[in-house]
């Protein structure tokens, strides 16, 4: 009796989440239908509002640039953290600490890593406001995201295989780069495009570090660029009397992320199939 309670329990929050989700996405869309055309989705913005007249591609370049930059910066580390915790790390006190330190780094507010960046990037280095700045706090934003899902698809990886592995005379390291990471491959990548995801969507970081309006389209790390999230940010502080262009905004930004997520579950089932075959 308790299984079937639980099972309908996990149902009826399964369908009130997808419908919020569908809502949402489907409310959005309505409401900016009508200002998605091609020209949306290549021109400049115009106007003294930002973002009223034109359209917002270089807002689209710079937040696949930003994303980009952040997923390297973030996602090595991440994943090197990641390998040294399961297959390196004897001590449990260094374990513990280094868990301690993830843990710490994923309460940091997004703001105060913006700040920070500011402060020793921007101002301390002289690199100004740029895409490697924002890269920076956007990749130490997404590391613990990526660490932990990293960690985790290490530590589910069958024990025999690592035991049988040892004993056909294979070295830790050949396991390690030859074996584990085309077997987590799947989860790997899913975890470095989810945490690009989530970088994608963050705006804090973006005001002090390498976000600025009416940018073009960016041409190299050390340009500034305009950033969806930013853009909506922008046209809403301005005090735009029409949301058609912010609400045409916010559904390309949820598009770019839905494609991104449903790339992620392809990749990593015909992965895992591929693994198991």
Known sequence: MRGKGLRIWALISFGLVMAVIVF????????????????????????AILGLEGGIWPAIAGSLCFT???????????VAWALYLVFYCRSRTLERLLHGVIRCIAGIPSI????????????????????LSSGVALGIMILPFIEVRAEKAFRELPERILRASYALGCSRRYTVFCIVLPACRGELVSGLILGGCYAMGATAPLIFTGGVAYAAAPSS????????????????????????????????????????????????ARSQAKWNQ
């Open 24 to 47: 949402l996405f489907v409310y959005v869309g309505i409401q900016g239908a009508g200002t998605i055309s091609w020209e949306f989705l290549t021109q400049p913005p115009r106007g």
């Open 68 to 78: 980009l930059t952040a997923v390297v910066l973030g996602g090595i580390p991440a």
């Open 112 to 131: 105060v890593l913006g700040l920070f960046a500011y402060s020793f990037l921007v101002q301390e280095l002289a690199w100004g406001r740029c895409i």
């Open 221 to 268: 790390l050390m340009a500034p660029a305009m950033a969806l999230p930013l853009h909506l940010y922008l046209l809403l502080a301005q005090g735009a009397t029409s949301f058609d262009t912010a609400y045409g905004t916010a559904f390309v930004m949820m598009a770019l992320l839905l494609i991104n997520n449903l790339l992620v579950t392809l990749y990593a």
